[in-house]
């Protein structure tokens, strides 16, 4: 079958087409011959390398969010899977690949009108966005801001949270034209990746979803209101700086609170239901996924140049 590896961390050229083996599904596990595959931020990370200190090596098969149709199960799985069109979690490797592996339990069903390119735009993202909002507390008539706004899981949060009864909904996004588009989401108020607003804009906030990071973290920081709360879902601008914590503890009387947040905390079946409900709304019509592409599988590296440049609003999606 055909693969995209990590053939050199870097720059999106060290991304390589290769033939590898069809994978066998093992105990608990099915096999899908994709027809989406999204390329997601954390992707970006563990191609340039940022992540080898985890376990990462050059070789790594990229991917972890396909959909397709079941063709094979392994032990323990019932047969009736095989035909199904799924979305599917493939872990942190595998997904690059006209067939892959996932754990049954990592599997959800498509409903009926849901496209694989809306499905693997929505159904990582679409996660981390509802329990990022679940985890800060928000609650109705809070001002929430979303850094890095532009991405699948920042799209999906500001329509979240604006549906929700946010008392306002704050992005940062690269240019005015993104601002639009957001806008057109839920968004009320437009700031530049610095933190400066086109419009009047509230003197703080009471929930910041970040999914940049980088250097900047302690700036957006200085933005929450009392009792505020910053929960940071990415890392794609960077780490933090290593001192960031002091503006917390300088801060004390303020009671800000910083956490970090990953699906993978989230029980399975929580994460199932909200996935299965975002779909169902989906179809409707009440989110809204945006594709921003739909490249050939044999272009990963494009897709990776344009992610890179900062030119993406919404997902790419890759196709066999």
Do not use: C
Request: neutral net charge; without cysteine; glycine residues 14%.
């Amino acid at each position: 079958m055909k693969a995209v590896v990590v053939r050199r961390f870097g720059n999106p050229d060290g991304l390589e087409v290769v033939d590898l083996p069809v994978p066998v599904p093992g105990p608990g596990q099915v096999r899908i011959t994709t027809e989406a595959i999204g390329v997601g931020g954390v992707d970006a990370v563990v191609r340039r390398g940022t992540l080898a200190a985890y376990g990462f090596r050059e070789g790594h098969l990229q991917g972890s969010e396909v959909a397709g149709s079941i063709n094979a199960v392994g032990d323990g799985v019932d047969a009736s899977w095989t035909g199904r069109r799924v979305w599917a979690f493939t872990g942190l490797a595998g997904g690059y690949a006209e067939q892959a592996v996932a754990s049954v339990d990592d599997v959800l069903p498509l409903p009926e009108g849901l496209t694989g390119a809306d499905a693997v735009t929505v159904g990582g993202s679409g996660v981390v966005a509802h329990f990022a909002l679940d985890r800060a507390r928000f609650a109705p008539g809070e001002t929430v801001l979303v850094r890095g706004a532009a991405g699948s899981i920042g799209i999906t949060a500001v329509q979240l949270a604006a549906r929700n009864g946010a008392g306002a909904v704050a992005v940062t996004t690269s240019s005015a034209q993104r601002g639009a588009r957001l806008r057109e989401l839920g968004a009320t108020h437009v700031l530049d990746r610095s933190g400066v607003a086109d419009t009047d804009v509230p003197s703080g906030f009471d929930v910041v979803i970040d999914v940049v990071g980088g250097s900047q973290v302690p700036v957006f920081l200085d933005r929450l209101n009392d009792n505020g709360r910053y929960v940071a879902v990415g890392v794609v601008g960077g780490q933090p700086p290593a001192d960031f914590g002091m503006r917390l503890m300088g801060a004390f009387r303020r009671s800000l609170s910083f956490a970090t947040f990953s699906s993978d905390t989230v029980p399975g079946a929580e994460r199932r239901t909200v996935r299965s409900a975002q779909f169902d709304d989906a179809v409707r019509g009440d989110l809204r996924t945006v594709v921003h592409e739909v490249l050939p599988l044999r272009q990963a590296a494009l897709a990776h140049h344009a992610m890179d440049a900062g030119t993406v609003f919404g997902r790419i999606v890759l196709t066999p």
